[in-house]
């Protein structure tokens, strides 16, 4: 079957402005989503996992943040486009669940309204319409009486029931292109469970494609079909999910994949050192400090994915050297 690149970006950067210099937190990542698959998007706390999502929908246009690069969705760059045209994409052709979902409603209006204004706006539907809409999306992800809590507001609902209903909402539209951040992480495994089955409905019927953020590998292995890992602002490799979890080759990847808890493992092994600050970002290596295959070449290597094979990308010293002997001439 054809594969389409449903979002397709490249090169996005986004820096914010701090006391202390600018903070590079997305630092020239590129990646392509696919109709029906499941990109993966792994990686340490404050690597800038959410800031790339609210990035492409154009959530993130505070006084002084800096984006660039090209998001493309059926043609159009999202990172150009103006409020008003960004509204009409945002729901069917792409939509979010947010790692924070409560940030996201409106105190003063009930879960029905929410759930009316987003379907309204895309969907010829009758009140009642929207309403039963509403009520079956509410129910596959777990939520009991549906037509009692269209009438609560979000402050009378729970941390995990609000990101249930946010899930509920981005699902009734069947969007086109699905940011799901960390979509899972607050809930318990059973639900937790019927959530990934509606996001595995969602890509297998409507053909969406999915970028799944998690810190769970476990739920990565059994959702992505490829994975990408970020570290500091930059994706340091990209591969499909058995390769990535089989043959790592970035040094990060890998003790990131010695840091998953094992059943026979009586002590986790943690990332020794701590992440550099993303302060005035020299584009270089960030992992150069923790990094125990690090050589001579790594000072002066600048960070960028190399193919290793046809789909495999490594964003590593070594890497890079053994591709420019291969097909380059030492200036
Ligand atoms: N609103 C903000 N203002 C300033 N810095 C921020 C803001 N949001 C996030 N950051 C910083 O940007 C970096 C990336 O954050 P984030 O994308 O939330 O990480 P992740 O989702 O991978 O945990 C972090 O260093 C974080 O402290
Ligand atoms: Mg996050």
């Known amino acids: 079957m054809n ?73 159009k760059n999202l990172l150009t486009l103006g409020p008003e045209e960004i509204r009409k994409i945002r ?16 105190p003063l209006m009930t879960i029905e309204q929410h759930f009316l204004e987003t379907i309204g706006s895309h969907l010829l539907l009758s009140k009642k319409e929207g309403r039963n809409l509403a009520g079956r999306y509410l129910e596959y992800t777990g939520l009991s009486q549906p037509s009692k809590l269209l009438k609560q507001y979000p402050f009378q609902l729970s941390g995990g029931m609000i990101q249930r209903v946010m899930i509920a909402i981005a699902l009734a539209l069947e969007p086109k292109v699905l940011i799901a951040d960390e979509p899972t992480t607050s809930l318990d495994v059973t639900v937790q469970r019927q959530i990934l089955c509606q996001l595995a409905r969602l890509k297998e019927k409507v053909r969406t494609g999915i ?92 960070q960028e994915l190399v193919q290793y094979d046809d789909k495999h990308w490594v964003g590593c010293a070594k890497f890079a050297v053994k591709q420019r002997m291969l097909y380059y001439e030492p200036a």
Not at 44 to 72: N, Q
Not at 214 to 239: F, K, N, P, T, W
Request: charge should be neutral.
């Open 91 to 106: 729901g069917k052709e792409i939509a979010i669940i947010m790692q924070n979902p409560l940030t996201a409603f409106n």
């Open 3 to 75: 594969e389409q690149v449903v979002l397709d970006v490249k090169d996005l950067h986004v820096s914010l402005p701090s006391m202390r210099g600018v903070v590079g937190a997305v630092n020239g990542i590129s990646m392509q989503i696919t109709e029906g698959k499941v990109l993966g998007l792994v990686g340490e706390s404050g690597c800038g996992k959410s800031i790339t999502c609210l990035s492409l929908l154009g959530l993130t246009k505070e006084e002084g943040w800096v984006i660039a690069g090209v998001a493309k969705i059926q043609g």
């Open 211 to 302: 970028l799944l953020v998690s810190h769970d590998l476990g739920v990565i292995a059994q959702m992505a079909d490829e994975v990408a890992v970020m570290y500091c602002g930059c994706i340091v490799e990209r591969a499909p999910v058995e390769r990535l979890f089989n043959q790592p080759l970035h040094p990060y990847t890998k003790a990131l994949m010695a840091s998953k808890p094992k059943m026979q493992k009586k002590t986790l092994q943690a990332i020794g050192g701590q992440a550099p600050s993303l302060l005035n970002f020299d584009g270089g290596c960030p992992f150069f400090e923790r990094c125990h295959e690090k050589s001579c070449c790594c000072s002066h290597y600048k």
